[in-house]
């Protein structure tokens, strides 16, 4: 019967360890690599010294990327091998906490294991060319060492010691975060040497770890802490030593970036946030709090029952998952640090929720078990399994939308690589306006001749737009095209100087969004390329009765399919405008569809015309783009305007016009 059940373990954590490493490794190459991970790989090309060189001036120590760097030689550099590093690392958590659990029973080891293993938030960062796998790994070891430390006997203590000293010396190297788990570690250590808590019911504490408490009055009433209680404590101080001393080379340039961690400016509520965080924690990033209701719930009733199903046997384990999980999430808003950007770092608390989840359903089981008047061994397993895939059924929407749901895909740079270089010319221009950019797409174009990341933060107009004329301006084309992917903005260019320049001095001939990388397109022209004309008539061409259109400029002629047209004419208004109007371009034959267009507001919207002061001359450009898809031919050039919000065209007077768009001019696609 040992022997059966022993082969019934077996098998289950065999198909709970397989299932974690499938769900891991599923399409793990799909996706790009995005912002932070092209990062990753850039670094880890590089020797051991400019990695720790580079680590120095990033916002990360040097751990993670030093060991992607020899898991890099080993499986080499495509998206899945340098992301397989993670999945390695979420499925040995999942090891590690099936250690944890059982230390209160097997089945509790099983069913947290299980847990762990369909965890949306561990499986997405275990896809991920990122550190934050690595630390929940390191998290969960060093509190498994901890735990095993205080139930074992004198010599095997010291192995379990030595074991969290390296994972508490590994989790200092891989990310900044990690002193929160030190510090849950630190108050339970404490916690546990002023209780009489054993570790397992099964086995007694003794050696080194004991936690008993003498209340045996020396000299004078109150508590006396004896050898048993200062042992453990005092060796628990000698590893987090040993840890703080293989980290003290790093910890002068650790304590110069933590203090450059930007916090959180913006005012939130305490509760929508608390919210938010416990999504993230239960189903991960890729389901919105408004579809995450029931498996929130489930886990919320299910704590409740955690808490209030502690006992001796379980008492110590309980305390130490309820504050590794929250002391992080305690401390990420003490030290106002809510922000996405830092809520990963919360992964490290999905094996505690785990444990905790599992003691619940474990009470489930035993609660059926005894309520039943009759004696029946089955119902206990079969609530248990029911209340796992209840969990675990709950969470699997968000699981789904890891590998299917476009808009939790990671940023596509490869796509965006693709799109630029499928019409490469040795003109083009690609220019980045955040850091890091420039790494992640060198990933993929391997060439990065033509690549130009900017100056974060331009000091003023006239440095950006210097910047932006030597790359626009370079070289004897008569065109050039460039391609800016704005990333980040708001924090790479809070005054948009570089864009404000390209819409006032370029041809903008298209925008899209691609995951959260804005991609726009632009065509430079050298001044000898553009032929200037003035409509005839003294008033120009008007459009509606306030708009008029003056001085044209186009460059008619021959083009090639991937070219830009540019399209500049001066614009004045002779009263104030209520209403926001976008101006169009359409290229094609009179009685046909345009084959190819392009609508916006006045300098790229910089100049909204309700916006515009009367009598003031403002020159506008206009970039149209010929795709792919344009087919060779004759083709006229029209530009109208209209309402934004209604698509109603103004009327064209002053020049014959057909459907209210002008004919500018005639250009030939070849």
Not at 35 to 48: P, V
Not at 274 to 297: E, F, I, K, N, Q
Not at 326 to 340: D, I, T
Not at 509 to 525: F, T
């Amino acid at each position: 019967m040992k022997v059966l059940r022993s082969s019934s373990v077996a098998l289950a954590l065999l198909g709970i360890f397989g299932l974690a490493t499938a769900l891991r490794l599923h399409d793990i190459g799909a996706q790009s690599l995005w912002y932070d991970e092209g990062n990753s790989a850039r670094i880890a090309e590089r020797t051991i010294r400019l990695i720790v060189e580079g680590a120095g001036a990033d916002i990360h120590p040097p751990g993670y990327y030093l060991l992607l760097k020899f898991w890099r030689d080993v499986f080499g550099e495509r998206e899945w091998a340098l992301r397989s590093l993670s999945a390695i690392c979420g499925v040995i958590t999942v090891v590690v906490t099936w250690r944890i659990g059982r230390l209160i029973s097997t089945r509790m080891g099983l069913i947290a294991a299980l847990l762990v293993a369909v965890a949306p938030f561990a499986i997405y960062y275990s896809q991920e060319a990122r550190m934050y796998a690595l630390l929940g790994l390191w998290a969960t070891l060093s509190s498994w060492a901890l735990v095993e430390f205080r139930r074992a006997s004198e010599p095997c203590g010291l192995k379990w010691m030595l074991l969290y000293a390296v994972a508490t010396a590994g989790g200092l190297y891989t990310q900044y975060a990690y002193p929160f788990v030190m510090l849950a570690h630190g108050i339970w250590m404490v916690l546990l040497a002023l209780t009489a808590i054993p570790i397992a019911s099964n086995q007694p504490t003794n050696g080194i770890r004991g936690a008993q408490v003498d209340f045996k009055a020396a000299g004078g009433p109150g508590p006396r802490l004896n050898a048993r209680i200062v042992a453990p404590l005092a060796w628990y101080a000698l590893a987090n030593a040993a840890a703080l001393l293989a980290f003290a080379p790093w910890m002068p340039i650790a304590l110069r970036q933590i203090r450059g961690w930007p916090t959180q400016s913006e005012a939130y509520s305490l509760f929508p946030a608390l919210l938010d965080v416990a999504r993230w924690l239960v189903v991960g990033r890729t389901l919105p709090l408004d579809a995450a209701g029931a498996p929130l719930s489930i886990v919320a009733l299910l704590l409740l029952l955690a808490l209030s199903h502690v006992n001796r046997t379980n008492r110590a384990v309980t305390m130490l998952c309820l504050l590794w999980l929250f002391v992080p999430v305690g401390l990420l808003f003490a030290f106002s640090l809510y922000r996405e950007a830092y809520l990963k770092v919360l992964v490290l608390c999905v094996p505690p929720l785990c444990i905790l989840l599992a003691l619940a359903i474990d009470a489930l089981g035993g609660f059926a078990e005894s309520a039943l008047m009759f004696k029946r061994p089955w119902i206990g397993p079969v609530v248990r399994v029911t209340g796992t895939l209840i969990v675990a059924g709950s969470l699997l929407p968000s699981i789904l939308n890891i590998y299917n749901n476009p808009d939790y895909a990671r940023d596509d740079y490869r796509s965006i690589a693709a799109f630029i270089n499928r019409d490469h010319r040795p003109s083009d221009a690609v220019i980045f306006d955040a850091p890091n950019q420039w790494e992640v797409f060198t990933y993929y174009q391997k060439d990065a001749g033509n690549t130009f990341p900017l100056t974060y933060r331009p000091a003023s107009m006239e440095a950006a737009g210097s910047e932006l004329a030597g790359i626009a301006n370079d070289g004897d084309q008569v065109s050039k095209r460039i391609f800016v992917l704005y990333y980040a903005e708001k924090a790479a260019d809070p005054n948009e100087w570089y864009e404000r320049w390209l819409a006032s001095h370029t041809y903008k001939a298209r925008e899209q969004w691609i995951g959260n990388i804005r991609l726009g397109v632009y065509v430079s022209e050298s001044q000898h390329a553009v032929a200037v004309g003035e409509f005839s008539g003294r008033d120009g061409i008007r459009f509606g009765p306030e708009i008029r259109l003056t001085n044209l400029a186009l460059r008619s002629g021959d083009y090639k399919v991937g070219d830009i047209v540019p399209i500049q004419f001066d614009a004045v208004t002779s009263a104030p405008l209520s209403i926001r109007y976008k101006i169009f371009a359409h290229i094609g034959r009179l009685d046909a569809p345009p084959v190819a267009s392009n609508d916006m507001e006045p300098m790229a919207g910089y100049r909204p015309t309700d916006k515009w002061v009367p009598g003031e001359v403002m020159t506008l450009r206009h970039g149209v783009w010929l795709g792919p898809d344009t087919p060779p031919g004759e083709y006229g050039v029209y530009i109208g305007i209209y309402d934004a919000g209604t698509g109603r065209r103004l009327t064209v007077s002053g020049a014959s016009a057909v459907d209210n768009r002008l004919q500018i001019g005639s250009i030939a696609v070849r």
